[in-house]
Nanobody
Framework: VQLQASGGGLVQDGGSLRLACRAS????????MAWVRQAPGKDREFVAA????????SYADAVKGRFTISRDNAKNMVYLQMNSLQHDDTAIYFC??????????????????WGQGTLVTVSS
């Protein structure tokens, strides 16, 4: 499956953005999907994940209550609604997919497919 992330941009502190990830070359419904981010000079970190059916979303503590992950399997799309953005949310955001059940949501080793990333910049 190929993943294409979009929706990044420049936003002021406290603002909102909605990221989208389009999947092609496969059926989205067989994959657990996640958003992962990488800030300048830092390692990639887990942001959010959502199960195949759309149930049981999970979030990193840093974004819980501000970000919402969702998916539309019929459209092969995954979304990340980001509210109350902060300067520390500045990063390249990647969508990722896995059909493995052997890794926890936050374990990046479990994701086999990655999109190219979209840049989110939050100005303070």
């Amino acid at each position: 499956v190929q993943l294409q992330a979009s929706g990044g941009g420049l936003v002021q502190d406290g603002g909102s953005l909605r990221l989208a990830c389009r999947a092609s070359g496969g059926t989205l419904s067989v994959y657990k999907m996640a958003w992962v981010r990488q800030a300048p000079g830092k390692d990639r970190e887990f942001v959010a994940a959502i199960r195949r059916s759309g149930s049981a979303p999970s979030y990193a503590d840093a974004v819980k209550g501000r970000f919402t992950i969702s998916r539309d399997n019929a459209k092969n799309m995954v979304y990340l609604q980001m509210n109350s953005l902060q300067h520390d949310d500045t990063a390249i955001y990647f969508c990722a997919a896995t059909n493995s059940i052997h890794f926890a949501d936050h374990d990046l080793r479990g994701y086999s497919y990655w999109g190219q990333g979209t840049l989110v910049t939050v100005s303070s």
